[in-house]
């Protein structure tokens, strides 16, 4: 047996033109019978490319030996000139199925079937000619590589798939889930016997790099290639589709490869179901790469999801990538490990962008590396919030900035009581922090949300529920499952704005929209009690809330519309230092019945006014300014109001 890819490559060579010497002696004997027939076939070693290729398609010693007559046509001259010769005409340098079938002494007639192997798998064409026997045969450029010894792919299917080499060195470990997952598609592949499809397996998840990394793995260890291929690209025609699956399967064969394959969220159903069928026709061993379960019906499927790492393998990872130095940081490297859920690679990356950094600035600059790493994933699905309000900015009654710095609490501590105490192992339900903020528009919900997530030094992200939810059954959810994924890296302040869209009344159901609005509600509320970070539902109108569905949040705040001190306390402090005023009378600004988002506006407002007209601020510029916020929301401004400002 050979020791080393030369050894075989130098061995192959010779079984393959040993081989060819047999057929040469053939057509020669064909010519002139008075030249000596050949021997009996040599024995052809098990682990040559020939032998591999006859057991992998089920070939017979006919088409083993028609096979090599296409391969000595291709390059053997000698065996190009006896064909044409044999055939009586030296133009005729391709053999015909007339010519094997008249060359070998035991020619199988079942090879012209099109289910024989050397056609059902495309290993030897035929050019179009009007009797079958004359049709010159033309051997497939991939089998004649594969035969040579000679690395290659496909190139029909170079359009379609990107290849990933093997690994030759010590690949890096996973993560223990993930290389579990790794032993449990393994295991299940190696049980099935030989001839039988494979289990297609199923990796669903947000983790595409980790998914990756799942499948080279299981490559690696079969010693198997890994092809990789996005159904986005695949043809839409069935003739073409079928056409893909036969090439695809033969190249599993030929280069004992595994076809990862993603699958994206596609909008055309008619072309996802037509994908998804043809990705179930295919023999060979198949990995798809999914946000969401899909459904076949004629193909085992093994289903694994990947979830965040768990709290000890984010802790090993850091400590792995960050070695020494993570002893140096320990106290401050804990919140990071609780509250970003990054892939392996990203925490490598982190550690070696890093990894010159003085160790007082480290866990500042990791804090923000992981913060900018998590921020691609929602960016695309809701609107990120610039955070500059602070505590002495909100004005509130003390009662709800006392629930509010609860919350903060609870946020900050939540690696300590969940992973250090041991909640997060006791139950995994309801480890979600969520709140409602209920009030007028314009009280300060938005700006309680900035707060909070900059006491987090965190990012706030804005979802609209009402552009979320869809009439569509199953879109919302879809929607929704989107958001809560792709934050699941970062662990952002999630603010569910218009939760009213979403949150009627709805439990007395009445027909199969009631009911599946009520399902939209709880997968909503599943999410925030499961979801690592603090997420905040936002109304209007709390009344119209159903009660059954505000009992599953956490906290819960009431924001008041402003009285006249409240509203005077705002006006002292809306408008920034550096901003000129002049003579600005704050309780009487209170006078102004307006919420603190109307407040805002006619405190910008009036400084635009004032620096047109190279003035300060004053009364004047603000009244102007009032009575334009006025006019835009539909109501007059009353003497009152304005009373003794001038």
Known sequence: MPTTPLDWYAQNQQTLQQELARITALLEHYLDSAKALPSEVNEIPSSSALAQLCQKFNLNAFERDLLLL????????????????????PSLTTPTLGLALALFATPQWSSLSPQSPLHRWHLVGLAPHTQLVQAPLKLDRR???????????DESLKPYVRHTPKHSTQPTSLPASQAQIVEGIIGAWQIIPAGQFLPLIQLCGYQKQAKNAIAQAVGDQLNFRLLHLTIHNLPTSADDL?????????????????????????????????????????????????????????????????????????????????????????NQLEPIIAQFNLERHTIQSACAALHSTPTEALPTQLWDYCRSQARPHLEHLAQRIDCTATWEELILPEREKTILHTIAQQVKQRAKVYETW???????????????????????????????????????YRIDLSAVSSKYIGET???????????????????????????????????????HANLEVSYLLQRMEAYQGLAILTTNLKDSLDQAFIRRLRFILNFPYPQQD????????????????????????GQLD???????????????????????VMMKHILTAAQSECAKIGRSLSKEETKYWF
């Open 70 to 89: 296409c391969v000595g046509a291709e390059i053997n001259p000698k065996i190009t000139r006896l064909c044409a010769q044999a055939q009586g005409d």
């Open 422 to 460: 041991g909640f997060g192992r006791k139950s995994a339900r309801g480890l979600g922090i969520s709140a409602l903020f209920a009030g007028p528009s314009g009280t300060g919900k938005t700006m309680a949300a900035e707060v909070l997530a900059r006491e987090f030094n965190l990012d706030l």
């Open 242 to 330: 079928a056409t893909l699956a036969t090439h695809w399967d033969r190249e599993a064969f030929l280069s004992d490869a595994i076809l990862a394959v993603d699958v994206p969220e596609l909008g055309d159903r008619d072309r996802r179901a037509t994908s998804l069928q043809f990705l179930e026709s295919l023999q060979a061993p198949l990995m798809l790469n999914t946000e969401t379960r899909q459904a076949f019906l004629e193909r085992t499927t093994l289903t694994f999801d990947l979830g965040p790492l768990p709290h000890p393998e984010k802790r090993e990872l850091w400590e792995r990538y960050l070695g020494d130095r993570a002893a140096e940081i320990q």
């Open 566 to 589: 409240t509203r005077s306390e705002i006006w002292a402090q809306i408008f920034p230092s550096q901003t000129p005023t002049e003579g600005l009378d704050y309780e009487l600004l």
């Open 594 to 616: 307006m919420a603190g988002g109307n407040i805002r506006s006619i405190a910008l407002n009036s400084a635009f006014i004032a620096a047109d007209a190279d003035e300060p």
């Open 477 to 515: 959810e879809k929607n929704l499952r989107q958001i809560f994924d792709a934050a699941e890296a970062g662990g952002a302040v999630l603010l569910f704005d218009e939760a009213d869209a979403l949150f009627g009344k709805r439990t007395q159901v009445k027909d199969s929209h009631d009911r």
């Open 143 to 153: 089998v004649l590589c594969y035969l040579l010894g000679e690395l290659a792919i």
